[in-house]
Structures are given as structure tokens and as C-alpha cells.
């Protein structure tokens, strides 16, 4: 955490939005901690609320927008060669595909509560050909939901936010599970419901 402090007491709203950026592509950088410590200091008064957020959130959708362009500009096979540089395993590549292909687009706003595989979700965006427009609505408030709720806890809990940071991480995978398992019910009746007011709908031959 030390060097995260430097970088934000030196470089200001600049290191936090390069960092994020970072993080995001798939560089080792605590994401989760740098934002709620940005929180905290906030709550402290050493950072203005509007500009930390503003800060977090663009570097936020910068970087999970590289990660897209990586993925639709060279695709997978890049991906296969030179993913243990941006931390993306086979294990982990795996698991993304398996979740796009059950939730899709849905998988970019859940995946920033999944460390380690956010960017790999978008990558996969952009291998799929998604719209630009697409990936820019799911991907871009997951980023803004994301942001603001680890930012908060820094605000709203104070000296106590490293404990909160360590409760909420703790649950991170199995809320993210829930609401992903959430997701598919909803679009599997929705889909359902659909289909039985087509065919009562549907004229007589």
C-alpha cells in the first residue's frame, strides 16, 4: 500500500488515473485498495471528492477500453502468446469465455467485481466483434458502479475502510456468482415469458 500512497501523494488525481489504467489492463496494481484508499482520503480532506472520482472512473474505462481494443484489433491468438504478461492465464480465460458465453455483454459490468478477470472480459468483448456502443454501455457503468462503490467505502467508513476493503472482498466472488446466476434466470424466463406472448399473439392460420 506504501507505493500507492506515494504515487497519489506525489502525482495527485494524475497517479490515480494511471494507475487505474494499469490495473485495469492487467498490471499487478490493487485496484480495489488504491479506490477506497482514495475514499479515505477524501474523508480526511486531502482529495477533492468530485475530481478523485472523476479520476478513478476515467481511468477506469480507459483502461477496460484498451483491453477491448487488444482484444478486437489482435485477438486471441496474441492473447495465447503474450497473455502472462497482463496476468491472463489459460485457467483464467477459460472462466471468462464460460461466463461471456452464458451472460454476454452483462459479463463486463459484473466482471469489475471479479479480480483478475475484468480485463480479460473485455478482451473477450473485443475478440467477439461487440459494438463499440455495446461495450461502451455495460463496460462503462460497471466502471462507474464499481468506482463509486469502492470509493465510498474509503468515505463513508474512514479508519476503519481497511477492514470494511477486507469484509467486502471476502464476499466480492460470491455476490458477483449470485448476481451472474441473477442474470441468466432473468434472460432465460424473459426470453420464455417472450416466446408464450408470441405465440398467443401470433394471428391464426
Known sequence: MGNIEYWISHYGYGGIFVL??????GLPVPDETLLTLTGFLVYKGDLHLIPAFLSAYLGS???????????????LFVIHKYGRYLHI???RLGKAHNWFEKIGR???LIGYFIPGVRHIFAI??????????????FAYLGAFIWAAG?????YFFGDKWEIMLQSVQHHTILLSFILGVLVVLFLVFRKKI????GRKGAPEP
Not at 473477450?124 to 454501455?137: D, N, P
Not at 469502492?150 to 474509503?154: K, R
Not at 417472450?194 to 406472448?197: I, N, S, Y
Open 150 to 154: 469502492f470509493l465510498s467505502i474509503g
Open 124 to 137: 473477450i468483448a473485443g475478440t467477439s466483434k461487440l459494438e463499440l456502443w455495446e461495450f461502451m454501455l
Open 194 to 197: 417472450a416466446g408464450l406472448f
Open 89 to 91: 492465464t489459460e485457467e
Open 61 to 75: 474505462i480507459a483502461g477496460i477500453t484498451i483491453s477491448y481494443v487488444i482484444g478486437r484489433t489482435f485477438g
Open 106 to 108: 452483462w459479463a463486463l
Open 20 to 25: 487505474l489504467v494499469l490495473g485495469i489492463v
